[in-house]
């Protein structure tokens, strides 16, 4: 077996490098200028480009244009997240009654890791990105990213990495067992486990990493140096503040953890000792991945802040409240992030004077955020607020942050989490935060941006019915989970004592209730795209009423002023209350 794992490593490596001097030898992949007009200007004409963009299945291989790549960023994690949640509803069936009911120990584990790393690595970060690519030239000012075709490459790095990731659900007939490591691919057990699967994915988590590293080196240099003339660094809208900030964590964080995934490579497969019992370090991979991972947590959670720190405003009737401040605590959660990890490894038996320093500063991190949460709130007060669907989802963001925030709060003092460590309890709380907060703010930017990216409007009723659904269903889940830790509840179980039968239950409800909500969603966001009403105007939202009509409106009103025509026939318009 270990032969075999040596061999299939040696083969990715190969199919790697071959990949690499395929895309390096394609000296003309940038084949069309983008005919963006944010600026005023528009790009250099490359020597052998040409105005107009191939046709077909070809623009979508080939672009380099921001937008088209934010577009593919989107369909991905959109189908990253089918993956996931499949995953997760998989084991909430399983966990509806003790005992094995649909699938076996071994491949519920499966789904466990699937669904872990799916969500963080393959969904939550390209999501984040897709947001970023298309909308922060506009906001800025600019013709397009600093470097389109790393952007390209950037994107095209990822489908690759998820099919690796994945590897093991489809080599099944041949064999090989889904990786069963959980996401945190704890040491020893990752590197005694024999199956190929945990190889491949760990390849695959590199190239996703390298994605996200050349994404983040591009977001910095076009926020740096791309700039509009009228936007400096007081004028910076806040989304493009916060996706500075999550650059800057990700150049930090993410090649710390590909170091730490080639040195777990290298003792699955050339007998080195970095994290084995015997002349190594089991808890040292702790260390290296947390000291990315809860900075991961801030990469993830950081851009989704902006996007409601610029959006609620438009829907209370006034500017942010407290702008600057917001700012600083961003930069502030990016500096103390790296300072946390060990909160983590309480149970590990460190050093307690050591605990209690991660302590003292887990729990400081918490003023910034909080700082946020006052921001927004008092943006609301006295408001003229109107509960479109970008703001539902913007207000019960808060309302599951604020959930997920304290409950943090608890597991940073060290008693407690002596007493909750790997229960349900940090399954819930984690999860009030990457879906109750970091989802809700993702499905806010969808619908707040969807006019502008197909000049259409959605469906507001079904766009109601995914918002109380999502919300109804996220607190239902996640209050359970809980539940379920304060009663002892491990986490990472196929299967439990009868007293926790009800908990169980009444998440995988809520679980359910979240997956017919994301269906509303999808449902409404293809049918409406091709079919809905058209906007009436660059201005859907009434935002030149408050002075709140920001450059990426401007760029669509331009582009409004100058459509390409279709030969389609005109719809009744319709605007977007």
Same mark, same amino acid.
């Given at each position: 077996?270990?032969?075999?794992?040596?061999?299939?490593?040696?083969?990715?490596?190969?199919?790697?490098?071959?990949?690499?001097?395929?895309?390096? *030898?394609?000296?003309?992949? *940038?084949?069309?200028?983008?005919?963006?007009?944010?600026?005023?200007?528009?790009?250099?004409?490359?020597?052998?480009?040409?105005?107009?963009?191939?046709?077909?299945?070809?623009?979508?291989?080939?672009? =380099?244009?921001?937008?088209?790549?934010?577009?593919? +960023?989107?369909?991905?994690?959109?189908?990253?997240?089918?993956?996931?949640?499949?995953?997760?509803?998989?084991?909430?069936?399983?966990?509806?009654?003790?005992?094995?009911?649909?699938?076996?120990?071994?491949?519920?584990?499966?789904?466990?890791?699937?669904?872990?790393?799916?969500?963080?690595?393959?969904?939550?970060?390209?999501?984040?990105?897709?947001?970023?690519?298309?909308?922060?030239?506009?906001?800025?000012?600019?013709?397009?990213?600093?470097?389109?075709?790393?952007?390209?490459?950037?994107?095209?790095?990822?489908?690759?990495?998820?099919?690796?990731?994945?590897?093991?659900?489809?080599?099944?007939?041949?064999?090989?067992?889904?990786?069963?490591?959980?996401?945190?691919?704890?040491?020893? %057990? /990752? $590197?005694?486990?024999? /199956?190929?699967?945990?190889?491949?994915?760990?390849?695959? %988590?590199?190239?996703?990493? =390298?994605?996200?590293?050349?994404?983040?080196?591009?977001?910095?240099?076009?926020?740096?140096?791309?700039?509009?003339?009228?936007?400096?660094?007081?004028?910076?809208?806040?989304?493009?503040?916060?996706?500075?900030?999550?650059?800057? %964590?990700?150049?930090?964080?993410?090649?710390?953890?590909? /170091?730490?995934?080639?040195?777990?490579?290298?003792?699955?497969?050339?007998?080195?000792?970095?994290?084995? =019992?015997?002349?190594? @370090?089991?808890?040292?991979?702790?260390?290296?991945?947390?000291?990315?991972?809860?900075?991961?947590?801030?990469?993830?959670?950081?851009?989704?802040?902006?996007?409601?720190?610029?959006?609620?405003?438009?829907?209370?009737?006034?500017?942010?409240?407290?702008?600057?401040?917001?700012?600083?605590?961003?930069?502030?959660?990016?500096?103390?992030?790296?300072?946390?990890?060990?909160?983590?490894?309480?149970?590990?038996?460190?050093?307690?004077?050591? *605990?209690? /320093?991660?302590?003292?500063?887990?729990?400081?991190?918490?003023?910034?955020?909080?700082?946020?949460?006052?921001?927004?709130?008092?943006?609301?007060?006295?408001?003229?607020?109107?509960?479109?669907?970008?703001?539902?989802?913007?207000?019960?963001?808060?309302?599951?942050?604020?959930?997920?925030? =304290?409950?943090?709060?608890?597991?940073?003092?060290?008693?407690?989490?002596? $007493?909750?460590?790997?229960?349900?309890?940090?399954?819930?709380?984690?999860?009030?935060?990457?879906?109750?907060?970091?989802?809700?703010?993702?499905?806010?930017?969808? +619908?707040?941006?969807?006019?502008?990216?197909?000049?259409?409007?959605?469906?507001?009723?079904?766009?109601?019915?995914?918002?109380?659904?999502?919300?109804?269903?996220?607190?239902?889940?996640?209050?359970?989970?809980?539940?379920?830790?304060?009663?002892?509840?491990?986490?990472?179980?196929?299967?439990? %004592?009868?007293?926790?039968?009800?908990?169980?239950?009444?998440?995988?409800?809520?679980?359910?209730?979240?997956? $017919?909500?994301?269906?509303?969603?999808?449902?409404?966001?293809?049918?409406?795209?091709?079919?809905?009403?058209?906007?009436?105007?660059?201005?859907?939202?009434?935002?030149?009423?408050?002075?709140?009509?920001?450059?990426?409106?401007?760029?669509?009103?331009?582009? *409004?002023?100058?459509?390409?025509? @279709?030969?389609?026939?005109?719809?009744?318009?319709?605007?977007?209350?």
């Amino acid at each position: 077996m270990a032969t075999s794992s040596l061999v299939l490593t040696v083969l990715m490596g190969v199919l790697l490098v071959a990949v690499a001097a395929f895309l390096a *030898r394609l000296e003309d992949w *940038r084949s069309y200028t983008p005919l963006s007009d944010v600026g005023g200007a528009y790009g250099e004409r490359a020597e052998h480009g040409h105005e107009e963009k191939p046709g077909g299945i070809i623009r979508w291989f080939t672009t =380099v244009d921001h937008k088209d790549i934010g577009i593919l +960023y989107g369909i991905y994690g959109t189908l990253a997240f089918a993956w996931g949640g499949i995953a997760v509803l998989i084991m909430r069936i399983e966990l509806v009654a003790p005992g094995v009911n649909l699938v076996d120990p071994q491949l519920y584990n499966g789904f466990l890791t699937s669904h872990g790393i799916t969500m963080l690595f393959l969904f939550g970060t390209p999501m984040i990105a897709a947001f970023a690519n298309y909308f922060i030239p506009l906001l800025i000012g600019a013709d397009d990213m600093a470097f389109p075709r790393i952007n390209a490459i950037a994107f095209w790095l990822l489908p690759p990495g998820a099919v690796l990731i994945w590897a093991g659900f489809f080599l099944q007939p041949l064999g090989v067992d889904p990786a069963a490591t959980s996401w945190t691919m704890y040491t020893p %057990l /990752s $590197i005694q486990m024999p /199956s190929p699967a945990i190889d491949m994915m760990l390849l695959g %988590l590199h190239l996703t990493g =390298v994605s996200a590293t050349m994404g983040a080196i591009n977001f910095i240099a076009t926020i740096f140096n791309e700039r509009g003339d009228d936007v400096g660094w007081p004028s910076l809208d806040i989304f493009s503040w916060t996706m500075l900030t999550q650059s800057g %964590l990700i150049l930090f964080a993410f090649p710390l953890l590909g /170091s730490a995934l080639i040195m777990l490579l290298l003792d699955r497969n050339f007998g080195t000792t970095f994290f084995t =019992v015997g002349g190594g @370090d089991p808890i040292l991979w702790q260390h290296l991945f947390w000291f990315f991972g809860h900075p991961e947590v801030y990469i993830l959670v950081l851009p989704p802040m902006g996007l409601v720190s610029l959006i609620l405003p438009k829907f209370a009737g006034r500017k942010l409240f407290g702008f600057k401040f917001v700012v600083y605590s961003t930069l502030a959660i990016g500096v103390l992030s790296f300072g946390v990890w060990a909160h983590h490894m309480f149970a590990t038996g460190i050093d307690p004077r050591l *605990r209690a /320093s991660f302590m003292a500063v887990s729990l400081a991190i918490a003023i910034p955020s909080a700082v946020k949460v006052f921001n927004w709130i008092t943006t609301m007060w006295n408001g003229n607020l109107r509960l479109t669907a970008p703001m539902l989802f913007c207000i019960g963001f808060i309302q599951n942050f604020i959930i997920g925030g =304290v409950t943090g709060v608890f597991l940073a003092a060290v008693p407690v989490d002596l $007493i909750l460590h790997d229960t349900y309890y940090v399954v819930g709380h984690f999860h009030f935060i990457v879906f109750g907060a970091i989802g809700f703010a993702l499905f806010a930017g969808t +619908y707040y941006w969807f006019p502008m990216i197909t000049g259409r409007m959605y469906q507001k009723s079904l766009a109601h019915a995914h918002f109380w659904t999502a919300l109804v269903g996220s607190n239902l889940t996640f209050l359970a989970m809980l539940w379920l830790g304060y009663g002892g509840m491990p986490r990472r179980y196929a299967t439990f %004592l009868t007293q926790f039968t009800t908990g169980h239950q009444l998440a995988t409800v809520g679980a359910f209730l979240m997956g $017919i909500g994301t269906l509303f969603w999808l449902w409404n966001m293809v049918t409406s795209w091709m079919e809905g009403a058209k906007v009436d105007s660059a201005d859907p939202w009434d935002l030149e009423s408050t002075d709140q009509f920001t450059k990426e409106w401007t760029w669509f009103d331009n582009k *409004r002023k100058s459509p390409v025509p @279709d030969g389609g026939d005109d719809e009744e318009p319709q605007s977007a209350d």
